[in-house]
């Protein structure tokens, strides 16, 4: 009995570990797109949201770039924010043969 407690709690503790992160700049994950892309990796970024393009994009940048984030209104932090307020994006990096590269939030996005 025991040894069955054992394992089913060693498989639930298995089955929920959540997928690896990086914090990164926005230079570095625009350098390393095709293989963030490749091994879906959530990257962590630091920085500026400073601007909406259209409906769920936005402009991001740090000190080292600038790209273009899709974030869904369930991601948006529910206090308004401002470009002067440094935000933390995790996001999955999207890349296409001779197209921009850009992110797609998969969490909240809050205040550093």
Do not use: C, H
Request: charged share 25%; proline share 4%.
């Amino acid at each position: 009995m025991k040894q069955l407690l054992t394992s089913i709690l060693l498989f639930t503790t298995v089955a929920f570990v959540i997928p690896p992160q990086e914090q990164l700049t926005v230079g570095e994950v625009l350098r390393k797109a095709r293989q963030l892309d490749r091994d879906s990796t959530t990257v962590q970024l630091i920085g500026y949201i400073t601007g909406k393009v259209s409906k769920g994009l936005y402009k991001f940048e740090d000190k080292t770039a600038e790209i273009k984030v899709y974030i869904d209104d369930n991601y948006l932090p529910a206090k308004p924010f401002d470009d002067r307020i440094q935000m933390v994006v995790y996001a999955w990096v999207q890349y296409e043969q001779n197209k921009p590269v850009t992110l797609r939030a998969n969490r909240l996005v809050t205040e550093f």
